[in-house]
Each structure stands twice: as C-alpha cells, then as structure tokens.
C-alpha cells in the first residue's frame, strides 16, 4: 500500500484498508470481474467485486449502510449493504492501466442489476 490510495473502506469494519491501484490488482482472482462490458455494453474496465472488499476489511454485523464518498465532485450515497454486496462492482482498471477519469476512474462504484436491488 505504498502507492497513491485510490479507495478507502473504514467505519463499520475490523480492519480499515486505504488501497492503491495495485492493492486492488492484487485482490484474489474470485474477488476480481474481468470486462464489465460483458454484462453492460455502456461500461469499460476490470474491476473487484465489492463483496471481496468488505471481507478484507471484514464488515461487523452491525453495518447496514454503505457510505459512498467521490473527492472529486463531492458525491455522497448510503446504499443498503446487503442489497449491494453480492452485485456491486469498483471498476478500477481499462486495458491493463488505472481507469480514466473520463470514464469514471479512478474508481467507478457500479451495480449489476440495478433495476432489481429494491
């Protein structure tokens, strides 16, 4: 975790983690999803499931939200945990290279269908 930190999981968790781009390359590969734009066309990049973030900073049971927090534009969100956890994607990477800001990067919170998490 030497590098810029790109993302920031603390609050409800045992271990609070700050991760850089090559923190979330070096995720295990069942927590990684190659190419969102099989499952969404609009969409460009790898990613780490959500769910595999959460067991690395290991969520108390007493978390039910997710505060979603972008620096950039300022933009905040509390998302129901359990709606999200299984579905939720962090797009962090295009092509082998951090994700543009452009596209969304440096990391894009992106939810797998979404129409259906009420």
């Not at 993302?7 to 609070?16: A, H, I, K, Y």
Request: net charge negative.
């Amino acid at each position: 975790m030497n590098q810029d930190c790109l993302l920031t999981v603390d609050g409800q968790v045992n271990r609070p983690l700050s991760l850089s781009f090559s923190d979330l390359a070096a995720v295990a590969e069942d927590g990684q999803f190659a190419d969102v734009g099989r499952i969404d066309p609009k969409r460009k990049g790898d990613a780490v499931k959500l769910s595999a973030l959460l067991d690395l900073a290991g969520v108390k049971p007493s978390a039910d939200y997710l505060g979603l927090h972008g620096s950039a534009d300022d933009f905040h969100a509390s998302i129901p945990i359990e709606a999200v956890r299984d579905r939720a994607l962090l797009i962090y990477r295009h092509e082998g290279s951090p994700l543009a800001t452009k596209d969304g990067g440096p990391v894009r919170f992106y939810v797998r269908d979404f129409a259906t998490c009420q």
